[in-house]
């Protein structure tokens, strides 16, 4: 009986609590978030090196980029130089008293700059290791001149104690010394010469030590060595400086313009080289590509691969100002316009400038300063007068949704994009879910479009169109969302008018984008 | 209905067994070698959700707008909702504790228990069944939430005087899991086109999550203490102590996450969308940077969720037909109110009796309950519920089913 009863009353809680969950718990709720809110004015490009606006308030393009930069005194090597002054007697024996300078003589030794005729240089870092050997056996008093070297007016002099020869070995001493900051005048003893550098060695026994024999065996020796010297001043021949490269740019934007086409009227492009330098130089612009899809178009023009005179810098209180040469592109004399159009991704700008092409005609009066640079840039001065026909831009973005939640599930929904414009441009806007293998899996597009603002009366602006953009997600995508693992964005844009379509700087296009989801969740 | 069903399937079942006690509330102080009392208790109980929404949720079906929009006409600032399923085994043993107090003797109990309970704010509801979009424009109450679930088993032991029935034993607590959630300040407010989210939120998220079998460890105490009150007008008969799970627990190692939200979002710039796309970002860093995501390891001491109870009792020394009992129950957890209940219990026949009651408090409100016992030979089998409404009606608030065999060793 007891076991029945327990048996049918168990049964009973079974039944009561496990007969029920045939399905999950479910129900869906609703969710509005903004994504996007944002304004894009094309004054907020408006700066001295991007764009300007005119008095008639249309926008004008004024780009001031630099291309490539080069530091002349990064190329200005001074190798590493080793000097030695020694000294010894012509008769076979003297003796010298203690505190007796028996050595003071001045030598001039050669720097080995190649190619480079150089008067006078700053060393900007670089140290001197210097190595001095007493024969005597008593300890001397070294002075190392440098009479040439100089920092603040005050000459390179260093005064040691080397120590007495004993056992036979010669006193040594080793010392190095930071050079950063001297003014190494290299004419020599006259002032005439070139590359040449003095040195004075002057040594005295110490006046405390004993009366000393010095022979003709016995040699005074001083090395020095010069190592690792960066120079942020020269004055010379700097020699036959050759510059050449190719600059290649990447536009990441224009690889995504996958078809259409877009109408300028005109350009107005220069590449400028300045100088600054005071060396005269010559220069060319060996070519100008832009390169899409395989395809090449080169820009011409009469100056391509010319050569073109360069002016040497002027100086003013110590510092150069760069000369400048530049080379124009415009609609009459390039096809910059089709260059321009043909929306390249990359772009390659090969150059070659040489300084002082016709040797030394400046005797040797060329001068490099610390903000000498050899720079290239670029600069424009047109309208912004852009005409869109059907230009698409497509762009892939890698979205993962296999880790939705199992409880919770977009059921149904979508976007919407309400837009202001003011832009002459107007854009369509698809998505395309792609799977792993990029098949489709769905497309999400709306039936609207952002229009292209029309001209107001007046003619001197555009006015405000309004449009809002609906984008259902088909319930076919939600139900295999978790498949899709990237989204192509594609937009397709078209503009008011394709000719004489100027932007003014009243243009601005406002999003709100935001989302309007079911969600079911299911437990 | 078919809940409806099961109940009378339990009553035609046990029809032929004879009841002597009052379920779940009974005295006697017969002599006996012992005895094995068995409980089974589930209920779940709701101050403002109805049973058309958590009998859904517990046993499944789609919760349509329309219920939901039912429950909600009815909410007020805070709710709460608790629920308990639990099956428990008490040995009153023949063995005396010493020769000097064989009135004492050994008590042993084990048993296993799932609770949860939760306080929670009525923008809480909206946002978990409606959404955001529902009502628009309104600023959505988030704070001051808290909530937990526990599952644990407990073995004890203790010492019961055969005379009196009093009892009291110490209690292992295993946890075999531990989830609790609470909110301080927040709130949640959207625009009423969507054009802006602004959410404020100071939340905590611990879960066990340790690979041991039990994830915490706890020491409980129940005792029963029944005062025989006599020659009084009012009252005659026992007043019951009663106690149950009453201690502290240890979670071990537990997952302790905590948020903090102050964002009034009216979406990306584009500029920021290109941070959050472009290369070298980190989405997941990223968002849990701007939530202000913080997790950590932690051990947590908690309050057990037993109960106190004071009241009178049936019992089978007094002889009468009719007998009430009233009282008053707690539990030790959140959103429980003190519950008042009063009832009466009628002896049909040595063989059976039945008994309704009243309460108010707990998790809810008003509540009726039925019950019957059955009794044959040294068997006893209650069983009954403290909500009938929830078996006959989906608009009640809760849901209770009790259960008692007791065989007299």
Not at chain 1, 381 to 394: A, I, Q, V
Not at chain 2, 24 to 53: K, V
Request: proline letters at 3%; glycine letters at 8%; charged letters at 20%.
């Amino acid at each position: 009986m007891k076991i029945t009863s327990i048996l049918l009353v168990t049964a009973s809680i079974l039944l009561f609590f496990g007969a029920c969950r045939k399905e999950k718990a479910s129900w869906d709720t609703r969710w509005v978030t903004p994504i996007v809110n944002d304004t894009i004015r094309i004054t907020d490009f408006e700066n001295d090196s991007t764009l300007g606006v005119n008095s008639d308030g249309s926008i004008q393009v004024l780009l001031d980029r630099s291309l490539v930069k080069y530091n002349v005194l990064d190329l200005l090597e001074i190798p590493d130089t080793s000097i030695n002054q020694n000294f010894t007697i012509a008769l076979n024996a003297i003796t010298i008293q203690p505190g007796t300078a028996y050595v003071d003589e001045v030598k001039e030794h050669d720097f080995n700059v190649q190619n480079v005729v150089l008067k006078q240089a700053r060393i900007k870092t670089g140290s001197a290791e210097i190595r001095v050997t007493n024969p005597l056996e008593t300890a001397a008093d070294f002075v190392v001149e440098l009479p040439g070297v100089t920092k603040n007016g005050i000459v390179f002099n260093q005064e040691e104690l080397v120590p007495a020869k004993q056992n036979g070995i010669d006193g040594e001493m080793v010392f190095e010394l930071d050079l950063s900051g001297y003014l190494i005048d290299l004419t020599g003893e006259n002032g005439q010469a070139y590359n040449v550098l003095q040195s004075k060695m002057k040594v005295s026994t110490v006046v405390d030590g004993p009366t000393v024999t010095m022979t003709n065996q016995d040699i005074v020796n001083f090395d020095i060595f010069f190592k690792d010297l960066k120079i942020d001043y020269a004055f010379g021949y700097l020699g036959d400086l050759d510059f050449q490269d190719t600059i290649t740019t990447n536009v990441d934007f224009f690889s995504k313009l996958i078809s259409g086409d877009v109408v300028l009227n005109e350009i107005n492009l220069d590449v400028e080289i300045y100088n600054g330098i005071k060396a005269v130089a010559q220069g060319k612009i060996t070519h100008l590509k832009s390169l899409k899809n395989g395809q090449t178009l080169n820009l011409n023009h009469p100056q391509i691969n010319q050569n073109i005179n360069i002016n040497a810098a002027n100086v003013s209180n110590y510092l150069a100002i760069p000369s400048l040469t530049s080379l124009n592109f415009n609609n009459n004399n390039s096809n910059i316009v089709d260059f321009i159009s043909f929306l390249g991704d990359e772009y390659e700008v090969g150059f070659d400038v040489n300084i002082n092409p016709w040797g030394n005609i400046s005797n040797a009066t060329d001068e490099v300063f610390p903000n000498s640079e050899l720079e290239l840039r670029l600069k424009t001065d047109f309208p912004l007068e852009l005409g869109l026909d059907n230009l698409t831009y497509l762009d892939t973005i890698n979205f993962d949704f296999s880790t939705q939640s199992e409880v919770l599930r977009i059921k149904s929904g979508g976007f919407s994009l309400t837009t202001n414009n003011s832009y002459p441009f107007g854009f369509e806007i698809e998505l395309k879910l792609l799977d792993e293998d990029n098949q489709l899996v769905s497309t999400i597009e709306s039936e609207e479009k952002i229009d292209p603002a029309p001209l107001n009366s007046s003619g001197n602006g555009h006015e405000l169109t309004e449009n809002e953009l609906l984008f259902e997600v088909p319930i076919s995508a939600l139900e295999h969302i978790q498949n899709v693992k990237s989204i192509v964005l594609m937009v397709k844009s078209n503009s008011t008018q394709l000719n004489d379509n100027v932007v003014f700087a009243d243009a601005m296009l406002s999003c709100f984008l935001k989302t309007n989801f079911i969600l079911n969740t299911a437990f | 209905m078919k809940y409806f069903i099961v109940f009378i399937l339990f009553i035609g079942v046990v029809q032929k067994f004879y009841a002597q006690h009052n379920f779940p509330l009974f005295y006697d102080t017969l002599p006996t070698n012992g005895q094995i009392l068995m409980n089974g208790n589930a209920f779940y109980h709701a101050s403002d959700i109805e049973n058309r929404i958590t009998n859904r949720l517990i046993f499944g079906g789609e919760i349509t707008e329309d219920m939901i929009d039912e429950s909600y006409s009815m909410e007020s600032a805070f709710q709460s909702i608790g629920g308990k399923a639990a099956v428990d085994l008490s040995f009153f043993s023949p063995w005396s504790f010493s020769e000097k107090r064989n009135h004492l003797k050994w008590y042993f109990n084990l048993g296993t228990y799932n609770q949860l309970a939760a306080n929670y704010s009525n923008g809480l509801y909206e946002l978990a069944f409606y959404g955001n979009d529902h009502p628009k424009g309104k600023s959505m109450n988030l704070a001051s939430n808290s909530g937990f679930f526990v599952t644990y088993d407990k073995i004890g032991a203790g010492l019961y005087n055969e005379t009196t029935r009093s009892a009291f034993s110490l209690n292992v607590i295993g946890i075999r899991n531990f989830t609790a959630a609470s909110s301080g300040r927040g709130y949640f407010n959207s625009g009423t086109n969507g054009e802006y989210i602004d959410l404020q939120l100071d939340g905590n998220f611990t879960q066990s999550n340790a690979k041991t079998f039990y994830k915490g460890v706890g020491l409980t105490i129940d005792f029963d203490y029944f005062l025989h009150i006599q020659d009084n007008s009012l009252l005659n008969g026992f007043v019951q102590f009663s106690g149950k799970n009453i201690g502290f627990a240890v979670a071990n190692n537990v997952d302790l996450t905590s948020v903090s939200i102050d964002e009034y979002f009216q979406g990306f710039t584009f500029e920021e969308l290109f941070n959050i796309f472009g290369d070298g970002a980190n989405l997941e860093e990223d968002f849990k940077a701007a939530v202000g995501y913080e997790s950590r390891k932690a051990s947590p001491v908690f309050l057990m969720p037993g109960y106190l109870q004071i009241g009178k009792v049936v019992d089978n020394i007094y002889n009468d037909k009719f007998q009430p009992f009233f009282g008053v129950r707690a539990y030790t957890t959140m959103g429980y109110k003190p519950m008042v209940y009063l009832g009466g219990n009628y002896n049909i026949s040595d063989f059976i009796h039945v008994g309704a009651q009243a309460s108010i408090g707990g998790f809810g409100g008003f509540r009726s309950g039925l019950y019957t016992g059955l009794k044959k030979e040294q068997y006893q089998l209650n069983i009954g519920t403290e909500d009938i409404l929830g078996f006959l009606t989906e608009s009640s608030f809760g849901k209770s089913l009790l259960l008692q065999f007791r065989w007299f060793l």
